[in-house]
């Protein structure tokens, strides 16, 4: 699976913005939220953990307990993938909105381009 295949699911890759974690480009390639949340307010996350072969679909960015993951699929299983966030959002009420991108807040005074 490569990037436009999460981008036509749905999914876009998660930045450090709001995630309190590095902002290494290695942890922003492997985690994906999905550009909508559910009717219920649920948000779903595409992860793959470092050095186990499958995609965990979960409710949050990095799920710690096996009862946090809502979906695991082989690597390579685009249909079950999609199978999967179908039956997620049916499960929790449909579609709603569009998650808007966050904003960056810098404080007065702090540069808001390249300073190099």
Request: charged share 20%; proline share 10%.
């Amino acid at each position: 699976m490569t990037a436009p295949s999460f981008h036509a699911l749905g999914f876009s890759p998660v930045t450090d913005s709001g995630q309190g974690r590095p902002t290494s480009t290695f942890f922003n390639t492997w985690l994906y939220r999905h550009d909508q949340a559910a009717r219920d307010g649920s948000h779903l996350f595409l992860a793959l953990p470092f050095g186990i072969p499958r995609w965990r679909l979960s409710m949050l960015p990095w799920p710690l307990a096996h009862q946090d993951v809502v979906q695991d699929l082989a690597i390579d299983d685009l249909p079950g993938l999609q199978r999967a966030v179908d039956a997620f959002f049916t499960t929790h009420g449909g579609r709603a909105e569009d998650i808007p991108a966050p904003k960056r807040w810098k404080p007065v005074g702090f540069p808001h381009e390249a300073t190099r």
